[in-house]
């Protein structure tokens, strides 16, 4: 089964329900990324083994107060986060990796989500548009 196409509430359901793990939705995400990212170029960054590396970390884990365990999340190249290269769709930025997590970001994770790549840009959310074709 495909569990992209599922929304939040119907994934924290799967989840509970033991019907998928959240290895097995970040899976399904990172195999339809990798389908349709060579015509719509969205990402700016993804790794599918880090997604996959954080996903792990949440096995087995407890759903509990956490509205968003397990849920990955795109989050633009605008935004610092920690241990990702943050480029502001800029050459200049290439090898930026802060060190680091905006507040958005550290609340993301803080609520359970997991980065799970990040998105194209505009270059520093003002200028030259990105690579990506909008879907």
Known sequence: MDLFPLGLIETL???RENRATVQDYVASCSDRIAAL???IQ???WFEPARAMAEAEERAGGILGDLPLY???VGVKDIIATRGIPTRYGSKIFASNVPTTSAWVVRRLEALGGLVM???VTTEFAYRQPGKTRNP
């Open 37 to 39: 990212e060579p015509q």
């Open 42 to 44: 969205a990402f700016e």
């Open 117 to 119: 790549g990040k998105t």
């Open 70 to 72: 397990g849920i990955p």
């Open 13 to 15: 359901r799967a989840y």
